[in-house]
């Protein structure tokens, strides 16, 4: 792409949005002038002395010129104005680390993420989004970080229980974990009510689980890892996300979706 749009511009395209650069007019003017006026000087002083006809005169004269103008002198003016162009300079852009997801339990009581987040900022760790669970024992915190590149989750998790935080995971994400979680919600519902049938695909995504299809995979699973979700026409679907209980407010919102679906289904009959 580099070499094509050099190519095309004859290597006069500003290197930051590849058009080509817009200075002063006055600048380009003068620029021009300087440029033009010598090679203009010696042409005419060499058709003078050559006293060639005058029609021959003429046609060198303009021809040599334009071609002058356009392939020698158009570009080396661009050239020699490269720092009159209209974009800036940009300063190499400083990468946002590597992000991860934290998800821990905390008591249900004040200073408790504080002391979290205090663990964290030594860590120079940056807190990009989170989501707040209610449970029995306590919340259910869900946490995006951003942390320098060097950064092991062990040392994640360590100082978050450090700071009182207990059933700790941490494991890493992309961008896509800070799409906020209301339009996520939205956006899949949406999808299910234009299609009933992608209720299970919906439910998987909002929760970040999987779909389980063999009950026999069911067998060692903790109670509180798996999900059932009334199903419009199988009678359940059942997700599973090992290490990781549902909390009520998941559950709730995968009820949700499964009576979106029901609604949706029984209007298109």
Same mark, same amino acid.
């Given at each position: 792409?580099? $070499? ?7 290597? @006069? ?5 590849? +058009? ?13 002038? #300087? ?24 046609? #060198? ?18 050239? !020699?104005?490269? $720092? ?18 934290? +998800? ?12 979290? @987040? +205090? ?26 970080? $951003? ?28 961008? !896509? ?33 999987? !779909? ?16 059932? #979700?009334? $199903? ?38």
């Amino acid at each position: 792409m580099e $070499s094509l749009r050099t190519t095309l511009t004859g290597g @006069t395209a500003c290197d930051v949005c590849g +058009r080509l650069p817009h200075p002063r007019r006055l600048r380009l003017t003068l620029a021009k002038l #300087v440029a033009i006026a010598p090679v203009e000087l010696a042409l005419h002083a060499v058709v003078l002395a050559a006293h060639p006809p005058y029609l021959v005169s003429v046609a #060198v004269l303009a021809s040599v010129t334009t071609a002058l103008v356009i392939w020698v002198v158009e570009p080396s003016t661009m050239r !020699l104005l490269s $720092s009159w162009l209209h974009a800036p300079k940009i300063r190499p852009r400083q990468g946002i680390g590597t992000l991860w997801r934290i +998800r821990v339990t905390l008591d249900d009581r004040a200073g408790s993420l504080e002391s979290v @987040t +205090r663990r964290l900022a030594v860590l120079d760790a940056n807190i990009l989004g989170l989501h707040v669970h209610p449970i029995d024992d306590g919340v259910r915190d869900e946490l995006v970080v $951003s942390t320098p590149d060097e950064l092991t989750a062990a040392e994640l998790e360590d100082a978050v229980e450090a700071a009182g935080g207990r059933d700790t995971h941490v494991w890493p994400t992309t961008a !896509l974990a800070l799409v906020d979680g209301q339009t996520k919600a939205l956006s899949l519902s949406a999808r299910v009510v234009a299609d009933p049938a992608e209720l299970p695909h919906a439910v998987a995504e909002l929760l970040g689980a999987r !779909l389980v299809t063999d009950r026999a995979a069911l067998a060692g699973q903790l109670p509180g890892d798996l999900l059932k #979700v009334p $199903s419009p026409w199988t009678g359940l679907f059942v997700f599973s996300r090992p290490g990781e209980p549902f909390t009520p407010a998941e559950s709730a919102r995968a009820h949700r979706l499964a009576e979106l679906a029901e609604a949706a289904q029984t209007i298109s009959r």
